[in-house]
């Protein structure tokens, strides 16, 4: 893998403003489906509606229910998984097993969180351009972020 | 640093695709995207999921949660 790879995305032309939604594939076990999720930097986790982790055949009836706090302090039930997210552009590909947080209510918009997106990837919002930017980390970086944060 | 060029994938080409659809009417619903056409809008994701598996039972469908006009915060 060449270093400093980034991958380019453009808002997502919604009226009136442009958002930052991108297109990714989820995987769970062999079921596939493309999904145009809202990168937010404001959540810890991935969040999809129960209805996408149907389409993916996830069993969730056994998993714990558990509150996750939104905007307002607003408590929403979520049950807690994981799935593989896949950002594929040409000869590149990049793959990593996710955390999700499963919304019971099955028509929010899936949202792309920081972990561990942001662990993996330096993400720059090019907000004056409508552009969003991965670029991916190269392991001295990772070791730079990790000395830093046990200083 | 080097931008990532080369062959669209099958879910960038029905996202690039999606971007330069007319969505108008379909704000607050789902749409389906598979092989550049579009399927829906619809309230639920599963009616959608089924035609695509009908009509293209070897591709994957894009789903997208067209956002509403009103602001956003998540």
């Not at chain 1, 993916?56 to 929403?76: D, S, V």
């Not at chain 2, 060029?5 to 379909?26: M, P, V």
């Not at chain 2, 039972?57 to 009103?70: M, Y």
Request: glycine content about 6%; hydrophobic content about 40%.
């Amino acid at each position: 893998m060449r270093d400093h790879m980034v991958l380019s995305y453009s808002y997502f032309p919604s009226k009136p403003l442009p958002r930052p939604i991108i297109p990714v594939r989820l995987r769970h076990n062999d079921k596939l489906l493309d999904v145009g999720m809202l990168l937010d930097s404001g959540s810890d986790f991935s969040m999809i509606p129960v209805s996408i982790s149907e389409a993916l055949g996830m069993n969730i009836e056994g998993l714990k229910k558990t509150k996750t706090i939104g905007i307002g302090g607003i408590p929403i039930e979520v049950k807690m998984s994981e799935l593989d997210l896949i950002l594929k552009r040409g000869r590149e590909e990049y793959e990593m097993s996710i955390p999700v947080q499963i919304n019971l209510n099955p028509d929010v918009i899936p949202l792309l969180g920081r972990i561990p997106l942001f662990d993996e990837f330096d993400v720059i919002f090019r907000q004056w351009k409508n552009q969003i930017n991965l670029k991916r980390m190269v392991e001295k970086d990772k070791e730079k972020r990790r000395k830093r944060s046990r200083k | 640093m080097a931008m990532v060029e080369g062959e669209l994938t099958e879910t960038e080409k029905n996202f690039g695709w999606f971007t330069q659809a007319n969505i108008k009417g379909c704000e607050g619903q789902w749409v389906a995207i598979v092989d550049g056409k579009m399927l829906g809008p619809n309230k639920k994701i599963e009616p959608l999921l089924k035609e695509a598996k009908k009509r293209y039972p070897n591709k994957v469908p894009l789903v997208v949660k067209v956002p509403t006009e009103e602001p956003l915060v998540a």
